[in-house]
C-alpha cells in the first residue's frame, strides 16, 4: 500500500485489525468451529499446548474503528485497531466448553502448525487517540456468539461441512506428501528438503491448481531431480512437476 501510494499519488489509510470476532463469522475461524465441532458431537481442536496467544476485538469495534477514520478524513496513515483483551487459545476454548456445560474431555490436542505465531499485539493508541475506544466485553458477548451459533445451524453448517472436508484433504495431501520427501531422505541423508506452502485460503480449498509446494535442494544434481520427480509422481500421480532453478510441484488435484 505504501509503495502504490507513493508511486501513484494516491491517498491510503491502511487499518490493521486484531482477531475478529462476532456473529456472521465463517465457520473456518477458532471460534464458530470450536462450537459447531462441539455441536456435532467432535471436539475443540487445540493447536500444540494452546498457549498460542491472540488479541480478540469485537466485529462492531471493528466497524466503529473504520467509520471513525473514515469520518476523520484522515490522510495516508496507518491504525492498528484492537482492544486490549488477551487470550490464549486454551483459556478460549475453556469459555467455550463452559457456556455449553461441558468438560474439559471435550478438548483434543492436535500437531501445532509449522510456524504458528505464538502471540498477536497491537499498539492501538493512535486510534484511541482520535476519540475511539473499544466498548465490547468479551465474555459477555462470547455467550452471545456462542448461543447464536446454536440457534442458526442452517446458516453455518453447509460451509462447516466443506471446511471439515477441506481440513481432511489438507491433512492427506501433506502426509502424503511428506512421505515421498522421507523416501527421499532415508536414501540421501545429507540432502536438506524444506517444504513451503501457498495456501489459497480466499476459498478455503486447499491443494487448488492456484497452489504451488516448492522443494528447495542444496544439490544440483539431475539425479536427484529425477528421484524426487518420480517418488512424487509415484505418490500423487496427478502432480505436474516444473524444474528450473528450484523445483515447483502444481496442481495438486486433490479437490
Not at 44 to 73: F, M, P
Request: net charge neutral.
Amino acid at each position: 500500500c505504501n509503495a502504490f501510494s507513493t508511486t501513484y499519488g494516491l491517498n491510503v489509510v491502511q487499518l490493521r485489525p486484531g482477531n475478529n470476532y462476532g456473529i456472521y463469522q465463517q465457520p473456518e475461524k477458532m471460534i464458530p468451529f470450536s462450537v459447531a465441532n462441539l455441536i456435532n458431537g467432535k471436539n475443540i481442536e487445540v493447536y500444540g499446548n494452546g498457549k498460542n496467544v491472540r488479541h480478540w476485538l469485537h466485529a462492531e469495534d471493528t466497524s466503529r474503528a473504520i467509520l471513525q477514520i473514515i469520518n476523520d478524513k484522515n490522510t495516508s496513515d496507518v491504525f492498528n485497531i484492537g482492544s486490549g483483551f488477551y487470550l490464549n487459545n486454551l483459556e478460549l476454548s475453556n469459555k467455550i466448553l463452559n457456556i455449553l456445560n461441558l468438560n474439559e474431555n471435550r478438548l483434543t490436542f492436535v500437531d501445532d502448525r509449522p510456524g504458528h505465531d505464538f502471540r498477536y499485539a497491537t499498539d492501538f493508541s493512535k486510534l484511541t487517540a482520535t476519540g475511539w475506544k473499544p466498548t465490547a466485553n468479551f465474555d459477555t458477548e462470547l455467550e452471545k456468539i456462542v448461543q447464536w451459533y446454536v440457534e442458526n445451524k442452517s446458516w453455518w453448517s453447509e460451509e462447516y461441512i466443506q471446511v471439515i472436508e477441506n481440513n481432511r484433504k489438507k491433512r492427506k495431501g501433506l502426509e502424503v506428501l511428506l512421505k515421498a520427501f522421507e523416501k527421499i531422505t532415508d536414501k540421501y541423508n545429507d540432502i536438506n528438503l524444506v517444504l513451503v506452502g501457498n495456501f489459497d485460503t480466499k476459498h478455503s480449498k486447499l491443494f487448488s491448481k492456484n497452489q504451488r509446494i516448492e522443494v528447495f535442494s542444496g544439490i544440483n544434481n539431475n539425479h536427484l531431480i529425477k528421484l524426487i520427480r518420480s517418488s512424487i509422481v509415484n505418490v500423487l500421480p496427478s502432480i505436474n512437476i516444473v524444474i528450473d532453478n528450484h523445483l515447483h510441484f502444481e496442481g495438486f488435484g486433490l479437490v
